[in-house]
């Protein structure tokens, strides 16, 4: 995906008056090539015991209908964090996102700053996903089969989308976004086309899709996130007053709670911590319910 100056300074504008911002036809022929080795290697090479006990790569999410892969790429290595690093083809994946992102947050991208990158293919159509934000989830409890209660995340506050292939032509075709107001935003998403939104504004859905789709994700936890209690955990913390502490109210309708904005270093301090701390035996629960499919 290459990024022209007009295309910054639409996403400039847009960002800027509206939250989001789409650009048609960003894929090229050499692009698509990239992003289907890119898959590949977030498929095979990168998706193994090892890679997911390390958090370098997420559980894949498989069935017949579906198949999803995430894994954390960085120019170069992060020392604190796990990612893959120093690899040409993924380097040049995350490339315009990271451009993307330091003109949005003023600031230059370290290149330790680990990107998640995800590839989600749908073979025959997909099942619709409700309204959320995008996080890394620190801490939840499953109340039930489709029901999932946030405790702890580290939010980012741009995610971008481009469509690699899409076979559904009715309207919407792709993600829904709503705004906290309700009012809905449902461009047209079809092969090359790219979506950036800010996650903190928007919530997102997919409604059902009856034909193959396929689209590549961009987030950064890394990158000046923010830091997310759900309602119940910050009142047990006792964090009021909030104001004082840089905490707001994050309006939502199954996950309210509340956000700060955090430093890169905060952030990193966070994930270590809970890499070290908590990981460990999350995994091991991981791996006794056999959740991982390789
Ligand atoms: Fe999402």
Request: aromatic fraction near 10%; include cysteine.
């Amino acid at each position: 995906m290459k990024l022209v100056q007009a295309h910054l300074d639409i996403l400039q504008e847009d960002i800027n008056t509206k939250g989001w911002c789409c650009l048609p036809n960003l894929l090229s022929k050499e692009d698509l090539a990239l992003y289907t080795t890119a898959e590949e290697l977030a498929r095979t090479v990168y998706y193994n015991e090892n890679m997911l006990e390390r958090r370098v790569s997420y559980i894949s999410d498989e069935s017949e209908s579906r198949r999803s892969n995430a894994i954390m790429v960085s120019e170069r290595k992060n020392k604190e964090l796990p990612s893959i690093h120093y690899d040409e083809v993924l380097g040049r994946v995350i490339e315009p996102f990271n451009l993307i992102l330091s003109l949005f947050t003023n600031e230059e991208i370290s290149p330790s700053s680990r990107t998640m990158i995800n590839f989600q293919t749908y073979y025959s159509g997909s099942k619709p996903v409700r309204d959320h934000f995008d996080g890394e989830y620190l801490d939840y409890e499953m109340k039930d089969a489709y029901t999932l209660l946030l405790k702890k995340a580290i939010l980012p506050q741009f995610v971008a989308v481009l469509v690699l292939h899409n076979e559904n032509t009715e309207d919407p075709n792709g993600i829904v976004l709503r705004s906290l107001d309700g009012e809905t935003h449902a461009p047209r998403l079809d092969a090359g086309d790219f979506i950036l939104f800010d996650n903190i504004m928007f919530r997102h859905s997919v409604p059902i899709l009856n034909k193959p789709r396929k689209i590549i994700g961009f987030r950064n936890f890394d990158h000046n996130p923010f830091q997310f209690f759900g309602t119940e955990l910050f009142k047990e913390l006792n964090l009021h007053p909030i104001a004082a502490d840089g905490w707001h109210p994050l309006k939502d309708n199954y996950n309210p709670g509340y956000i700060k904005s955090i430093s890169s270093e905060e952030a990193t301090k966070i994930m270590a911590k809970f890499n070290k701390e908590e990981w460990p035996s999350k995994w091991k629960k991981v791996k006794e319910n056999n959740e991982a499919v390789f």
